[in-house]
């Protein structure tokens, strides 16, 4: 069904905001900056300037400005945060080189629930059209939310349930349409309402894209998208804390560049979620988050990918004792994945069960605020079709500090050994793929990869001049990653080798055959090095009620295999500058990102050219009452260069030039 009513009610509501025009007032002086609170953080009322590890939040004008249907796409001009693109339907988030399996994407704490990690076309079931805010802890955050966050976390924040009543009905309401580039079409509706201790959230969205027309102004078969989400949340709030849940949907149709397959993804999601203030003596919080999610996807109505799962997560956050103050906390997972449908599937089904306790302490030391921390996490797998049951127990520690050294500035340093258990993907792949055109191969006997990482910061949060410049270091044994292999033998090993200097490839069989459609490609464990910086500089040409500030900002990571061999998919090196604009009612942003060609290379993996993405954004607030009404013009590859990130695994280009005018109106 396609969701009509935001669509209506955003009409009645510009009936009644665009006449009151002439009382706009949005003159309020914008050098109170108001401090964004970082929710995926255990001890609250942190922003990013006394986070301990280096982290990104987009809100409010931010986020509308930079919003699309990824969250990928949505964050790949931030500092460290690139996208692997499948298409247009699919934008997984890449940190610091790193995607897949080791960047953990949740929404309000809790894991997305879907088969994104599984391969490079399965999209993320999270909506990030639907956020207030997205966060990213760079870095590990396995600490926090298990082995699968080595990478880093993106956490997306919804209002889905409330945690707390609200006196008026609020919400916001989206209109957006794109030009023939892309054909899009944007409808969304976001409401809370309240009854005395009782609040509501209802969200619909509904979003169409078409065949997307690429630099050289063809058109790119197959890419086009069509996503529906919709929500309903009640909850129960008092003076120690709240309780409520969610019930949500996420649709999305998305077409495979080059495959006449269309990948059909239909999810249902429960949460539960809820917060008691003073639960014990001696505890300051006690926090519940639960999920279930039931998902189904199927590649051109012959494959099917099925994913069943249940987390839990319990947080106990104590009051200062002995100096200290954190949280203790256990999470809890299961999840039943089957793939059928094909004679041959890629992954046998799999029954995956973890369990991992943590603990978060921090305490003044002189000068430096110290924060420890430690988690273990059993994960077990149940494989069918005659496959080995695994088990593992990785365990994680770390120890950091942060300093104000200032005049604003404050130094961070950080440094830990953290442990990943080995996806499903990674241990029992064996078979043809046909959305990626690849036959892949597991390898059971993977051990826990364990990471020994530093990351060392320095940031100036106020003032006119704001910066923040970051370091890291990473060392991997045991470092797992997807390897195209030259040995001439078919999948099961049989066969004459003969090495060509090409890439391997395959027939559906298995068996050898250089013209073959399949690219074989291997689970491979090596000890591996990454190392990496990001910058960020922005300074207030104009300050006051309007302000304009010019902004700075790139990122390189490098990484490679003990043998001095570069790993495949690496990020290249970025930079970049912005000019923002506020002032009165008009809000404006110009913003250009260089992406370096990527000529240090896997060995038989190409190079990558680089690219030029220009952006700009044009927006007039209309303000009355309560409603906040910002018309805009957006513009995206405004130069029209060829986009291919090294990224992504498919090599197709991203749309061409493209405008978008929509309407966003809060109230």
């Known amino acids: 069904m396609r969701i009509h009513v935001p669509g209506l009610l955003l009409g009645a509501a510009l009936s009644a905001a665009l006449p009151a025009a002439a009382n706009n007032d949005a003159t309020a002086d914008t050098d109170a900056m108001e401090t964004i609170v970082i ?97 990213v802890l760079k870095g590990p955050a396995t600490l926090l939310y298990g082995s699968g966050a080595i990478g880093g976390v993106v956490n997306t924040v919804t209002d889905r349930v409330p945690q ?113 203030l003073d639960p014990l003596p001696g505890f300051e919080r006690l926090s519940v988050a639960a999920a279930h999610t039931d998902y189904l996807h199927a590649e051109g109505g012959e494959a099917f990918f099925e994913n069943k799962q249940t987390e839990l997560r319990l947080e106990l956050g104590h009051a200062h004792a002995g100096g200290w103050r954190g949280a203790v906390g256990l999470q809890a997972i299961d999840r039943e994945f089957e793939a059928y449908g094909e004679e041959e599937i890629f992954v046998p089904p799999t029954d995956t069960r973890s369990l991992g306790l943590f603990a978060v302490e921090e305490r003044p030391l002189g000068a430096w605020i110290l924060q420890a921390g430690a988690r273990v996490e059993r994960q077990e797998h149940d494989a069918s079709g005659g496959n080995p049951d695994r088990d593992h127990t990785p365990l994680s520690l770390s120890l950091g500090g942060l300093r104000p050294l200032g005049n604003g500035v404050t130094l961070s340093l950080s440094a830990g050994r953290y442990q990943r258990a080995p996806a499903t993907e990674e241990l029992y792949s064996f078979g043809p793929h046909e959305a990626t055109q690849t036959f892949e191969r597991g390898d059971v006997d993977l051990d826990e990869e364990t990471a020994r990482h530093v990351d060392l910061g320095l940031r100036k949060s106020d003032g006119r001049l704001r910066w923040s410049a970051n370091v890291f270091y990473t060392n991997y044994k045991d470092f797992v990653y997807l390897r195209s292999v030259d040995r001439g033998l078919n999948a099961d090993g049989t066969g004459t080798p003969a090495s060509d200097g090409q890439a391997d490839r395959v027939d559906e069989e298995g068996d050898f055959d250089p013209d073959g459609e399949l690219l074989l490609l291997d689970y491979a464990a090596a000890d591996a090095d990454f190392l990496g910086a990001e910058l960020e500089a922005g300074y207030d040409l104009l300050a006051g009620p309007k302000r304009l500030t010019l902004r700075v900002f790139g990122d390189l990571v490098r990484g490679e295999l003990s043998g001095g061999e570069d790993l495949p998919r690496i990020t290249p090196t970025r930079y970049g500058a912005g000019l923002d604009y506020a002032g009165g009612p008009w809000l404006a942003n110009l913003e250009v990102l260089h992406a370096d060609r990527q000529d240090r290379t896997a060995p038989l993996e190409d190079a990558t050219d680089g690219f030029t993405d220009l952006g700009a954004f044009l927006g007039y607030r209309l303000t009355t009452g309560d409603a906040d009404t910002l018309v805009y013009l957006r513009g995206e590859n405004l130069l029209d260069d060829e986009i291919v990130r090294h990224t992504s695994f498919l090599d197709v280009p991203q749309p061409g030039r493209r405008l978008t005018t929509g309407i966003n109106v809060r109230f």
């Open 39 to 135: 929710e995926a953080l255990p001890l609250g009322g942190r922003g990013e300037a006394e986070a301990m590890h280096p982290s990104t939040v987009l809100a409010d004008d931010d986020l509308l400005r930079r919003r699309e249907q990824s969250l990928g796409k949505l964050l790949a001009r931030e500092p460290g945060v690139s996208s692997a693109d499948f298409g247009a339907g699919v934008g997984q988030p890449v940190i610091r080189g790193l995607g897949g399996p080791r960047v953990r994407v949740q929404e309000n704490g809790l894991g997305s629930g879907d088969v994104s990690t599984l391969s490079v076309d399965h999209a993320v079931s999270v909506d990030p059209l639907g956020a207030r805010q997205v966060e």
């Open 164 to 276: 707390s009543a609200p006196t008026r009905l609020t919400g916001q309401m989206d209109l957006a349409y794109g030009d023939d580039t892309l054909d899009e079409a944007l409808a969304r509706l976001d409401l809370t309402g309240g009854m005395g201790d009782l609040a509501w959230n209802l969200q619909g969205l509904t979003r169409d894209t078409g065949d997307y027309r690429a630099d050289d102004d063809r058109r790119i078969g197959n890419s086009a998208t069509d996503t529906q989400t919709y929500s309903g949340g009640l909850s129960w709030s008092g003076d120690r804390g709240y309780i409520g849940g969610a019930v949500s949907g996420f649709q999305r149709d998305y077409g495979i560049p080059g495959e006449d397959a269309v990948i059909a993804m239909d999810q249902d999601r429960v949460d539960v979620m809820g917060e008691l």
